[in-house]
C-alpha cells in the first residue's frame, strides 16, 4: 500500500464563491414591511457578510425578502446593503448579481439590467427556502420565456437552474412528480431541452446532487452546460442527515442529500479536471431557531469555513486512496495533480463562466488542526456547516495585492 504523503501548506490563488444567500430584506416593497423581520434580516447580514473575506468573488442570490430582486430598483437597494455590511474598500471582496426568473422579467428588463447582474436564477416554485415568489416549471415553449432566455444569451447573462421539478400530485393525492428524492433526476430532461435549443447560453446546474446530471456534464454533448458542486453534495449522503438516531438539522437542504451511488459520481467529476465542473458553497445562515425547529429551513452555512473544509477534503487519506485505487491519481505525482484540481476547483472553472474577478487574493493553508466553531454570533446565532468536526488545514495567510500594495486580510 502506498505510503500517503500530505503538503504542509496549499496556497489557493482567488477563490470565489458564486453562489451565497443573505436573505436581504428589501425595504421598497412597503406593503409586505415588517420592522422586526427587517431588523433580523440586516442584523444576520452584518453578521455573515465580513466572513467571505477572504473570497475575490461572491455572486450573491436573489431570493430577497419580502419578494425576491426582479428590478434595476431592488437590485440597487440590495447592492446598498451589501456595500454597508462589507465595504468594497476594506474587504475587496468584488459583489456580483443575479435577479430572480419571475413572470415579471421580460427581454426588455434583461436589455435593461445588461451590465449590472452576472445571471438569472431560476426556482421552482416552492421547493426552496423563499421560493414561493418564483415560477413552475420554467417553459420554454412559452414565448415569453423564450424571449427573456433569447435576451440572455444575445447579452452573454448567465442562466443558474435550481434543478428540481415541482410537486404535482393526482387527485386522490399520490405523488406523480417532484417526489424529493426525484425531482432533480426528472430535471434533468429540461436542461437537456434548455440547451438544445439555446447552445449558446451558458447554463449551470447549481448545486449537482445526482449522477444523472453528472452524466450531462461528463458526455459533452453540451458544452454550454456547467455544474456546481457544494461542500455537502461533495461529502455526505441521506445517512448522514437521517440515517442515524436523530435528525441533523444542519445539513439539510435543497436538493436534498441523496445516495452514495450519487456521492460517487460527484466527488468522480470533481476529481476528473473536467473544467465545466466548479466549487460554490449556497452558503444560507439561519438562525439556531429556524434550523433547530420543526420547519427546519433549508442549506447550511458554510461559507466561513468552505476553503478549509474543501482543502481538506482534497488531501484526506481516504480521499486519496480511493481515487488512486480509481486511478484518477497518479501514484508520482498525485500531490501535484491534487493541489491542481483543487485550484481549478474553487477558482480556474468559475472564470469560464464569470470571468476574471478585479482583485487578486492569496489564501495560504497550513496542515495544522482547525476546529470549526461551534457557532457564530448570539443574536441572531448561526451553526456553521462542519461544526462537529476538527479539519487538517486551516489558514496561515489571507493576503489582498491592490493597488501595489499587500492587505492582511486576517487583520480586518
Not at 311 to 336: A, G, Q, V
Amino acid at each position: 500500500m502506498i505510503n500517503i504523503q500530505f503538503p504542509n501548506q496549499v496556497t489557493v490563488k482567488n477563490p470565489q464563491d458564486p453562489h451565497l444567500h443573505w436573505r436581504g430584506y428589501l425595504e421598497n416593497h412597503f406593503e409586505d414591511w415588517d420592522e422586526q423581520k427587517q431588523a433580523d434580516t440586516n442584523a444576520m447580514m452584518n453578521l455573515v457578510l465580513p466572513m467571505n473575506k477572504n473570497f475575490s468573488r461572491i455572486l450573491a442570490m436573489p431570493n430577497t425578502i419580502p419578494q425576491h430582486i426582479q428590478t434595476k430598483e431592488d437590485l440597487d437597494m440590495y447592492k446598498q446593503m451589501v456595500e454597508k455590511a462589507m465595504p468594497l474598500d476594506k474587504y475587496f471582496t468584488e459583489t456580483m448579481f443575479v435577479v430572480s426568473l419571475t413572470d415579471q422579467i421580460t427581454a426588455k428588463s434583461i436589455n435593461e439590467l445588461k451590465g449590472h447582474i452576472k445571471g438569472v436564477k431560476y426556482y421552482p416554485w416552492g421547493v426552496t427556502t423563499n421560493s414561493g415568489g418564483s415560477s413552475a416549471d420554467i417553459d420554454i415553449n412559452k414565448p415569453q420565456t423564450r424571449e427573456v432566455l433569447e435576451a440572455m444569451q444575445d447579452n452573454n447573462i448567465v442562466l443558474n437552474l435550481h434543478p428540481e421539478t415541482t410537486l404535482q400530485k393526482d387527485h386522490n393525492g399520490a405523488i406523480e412528480k417532484g417526489f424529493v428524492h426525484d425531482a432533480e433526476r426528472e430535471f434533468s430532461d429540461i436542461v437537456v431541452e434548455i440547451a438544445e435549443q439555446f447552445p449558446k447560453l451558458k447554463i449551470v446546474i447549481e448545486h449537482i446532487s445526482t449522477f444523472d446530471m453528472v452524466e450531462i456534464i461528463e458526455s459533452w454533448k453540451y458544452p454550454n452546460v456547467y455544474g456546481s458542486v457544494t461542500p455537502q453534495h461533495l461529502m455526505l449522503t441521506a445517512h448522514d442527515k437521517e440515517g442515524g438516531p436523530t435528525f441533523d438539522a444542519q445539513v439539510h437542504c435543497k436538493p436534498t442529500l441523496k445516495t452514495p451511488k450519487d456521492l460517487e459520481a460527484i466527488q468522480r467529476l470533481v476529481l476528473s479536471g473536467n473544467p465545466n465542473i466548479y466549487f460554490w458553497s449556497d452558503s444560507a445562515p439561519h438562525p439556531t431557531e429556524a434550523k433547530e425547529s420543526s420547519c427546519c429551513s433549508a442549506w447550511a452555512f458554510s461559507s466561513p469555513v468552505a476553503i478549509e473544509t474543501i482543502t481538506d477534503w482534497f488531501f484526506r487519506p481516504e480521499t486519496i486512496r480511493y481515487w488512486l485505487e480509481k486511478e484518477l491519481l497518479s501514484e508520482t505525482w498525485y500531490l501535484n495533480e491534487l493541489q491542481d484540481k483543487l485550484q481549478a476547483f474553487i477558482w480556474d472553472n468559475a472564470n469560464n463562466v464569470y470571468w476574471t474577478p478585479k482583485f487578486d487574493k492569496q489564501i495560504v493553508l497550513e496542515r495544522k488542526p482547525f476546529e470549526v466553531p461551534k457557532h457564530y454570533g448570539d443574536t441572531p446565532r448561526v451553526v456553521p456547516f462542519n461544526h462537529w468536526e476538527e479539519l487538517q488545514y486551516s489558514v496561515l495567510s489571507a493576503k489582498a495585492n491592490i493597488h501595489w500594495k499587500s492587505i492582511d486580510l486576517l487583520q480586518l
